[in-house]
C-alpha cells in the first residue's frame, strides 16, 4: 500500500501498547450497543471499563446487558473517570457537541460518532478545542478505516486506473417511524442527509478532495426535515488532474440503496450494496484494446468482523499509542470540509421547500 499522510503529535503521553486502551461509552441508545459489542472482539486493544447515561437507571441496565464494571448516572461523572482513556460519544448529532466537549475539557480522548456536529460551526468549534488542547479527536467515520476502502484509496493514490471522473453513491431507506424519532426530528437534528448523506460525501471527498461547487434539489418530510434529495458536485480541472463530478443521494422515503461506484479514466470499481462497511468490492480495469470487449471484473473480498467497527477502534488505540492527535484515515480537515458539503446540501434542500 502507498503511504498515508501522517497526522499532528498531541501534547499528551502515549499509551502504553501492552494493554488495551480503556473506553467509555457516552450514551445508552442502539449504536452505543453495536460498538460495544464490536469492541469487546479486539480484548487486545480495547476493554469497555465505564458507560455513562442521562438516566442511572439506563447506565446500569445498559453496564449489566454488556458486562461494563462501572455505570455513570451522567456524561460528567463518565468523562471524570480517571480509568477511561477514550469516550466514544454515540449521542444523537444535535448533541455531540456539547457531550463531547464535556469530555474534552475533562482532559479525555474522544470518538464522535458521524457526523461529527450538526453544523460547520460546531464542528470547527469541537475540532478546534481538542487542537488546543492537545487531545485525539475522530469523527467515526468507519468507513474510511475498513481495508477495502483503504484499497480504493491507494487506487487512488497510486493512478493505476488513471484520474478519478466520477462518483454515483447513494444511501436510502424507507423509514416509517415516529415523528419525533431523531431521524425526523428537527430539534435532534434529523434528516437523510445529516444520518446518511454523510457517507456518501466522506466518500467523495476521499477519492476527490472538497469539490468547487455544491448544487442539491430534493424535499422535506412534514416535519420539516430533508426526506428525499440528491446532490451534485462538481470539481474543476486544477492542472494535476481533469474536472470531475459526483452524484449522491440521500433518502429515508426509499430503497433500499447503499452503493458506491467510482468511475476512473480506465476503469471503475463498483460497491453494489453495503458501501459503508463493506465485505466485497468488484474491479473492472478498461481493456488495453477495446477490440478484446469488456474485461472480467475481479472481485476483492475483506474479513469484517462483528458490525465492521472493530478497524476504527482498532486505529483509535494506534493513534493513542502513537501519540497522535488525529488519524490520518479521518483527518479533521476532511471532516471540516463534510461539514461544509453536508450544510450546502441541506441549505439547498431548505431553500427549495
Ligand atoms: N456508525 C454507524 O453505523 C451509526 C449507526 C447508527 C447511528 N449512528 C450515529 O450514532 C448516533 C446515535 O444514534 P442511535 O441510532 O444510537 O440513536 P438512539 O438509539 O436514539 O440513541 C441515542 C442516545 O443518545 C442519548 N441522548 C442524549 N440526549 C438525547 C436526546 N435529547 N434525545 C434522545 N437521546 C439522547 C440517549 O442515551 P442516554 O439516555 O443513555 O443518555 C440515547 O439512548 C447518531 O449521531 C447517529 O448518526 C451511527
Redesign the pocket.
Known sequence: MSSEPTAPQGAYPPLPSDRPVRWGI???????A??TRDLQQIPEDARVVAV????PD??RA?AAEHSIPTAHGS?EDLAADPEVDVVYV???????RE?AEICLRAGKHVLV???LTASPADTDHLLGLAERSGLFCME?M?TRCNPLIRQLADFVRDGRFGAVRHVASSFAFPFDGPPDH?LLNPD?AGGAI??LG?YPVHAALLLLGRPDAVVASGSLTSTGVDGHSTALLTWHADGHRPAATASLMASLECGPAQSLSVVFEHGRVDFPTNF??PRTMTVTAAPSDARHGDPEPQEYTATVPG?G?TFEAQEVARCLRAGETASPLVPHQATRDAAAVLAAWRAAIEEGR
Do not use: C, M, N, Q
Open positions: 457516552l450514551a445508552t441508545g442502539g449504536i452505543a453495536t460498538f455513562g447515561s442521562r438516566d439506563h447506565a445498559f456524561y454515540a449521542t444523537p448529532h444535535s448533541h455531540h457531550a460518532e458521524k457526523p467515526a468507519w431523531r435532534l445529516l444520518d454523510v459503508v462497511g458490525h467497527f
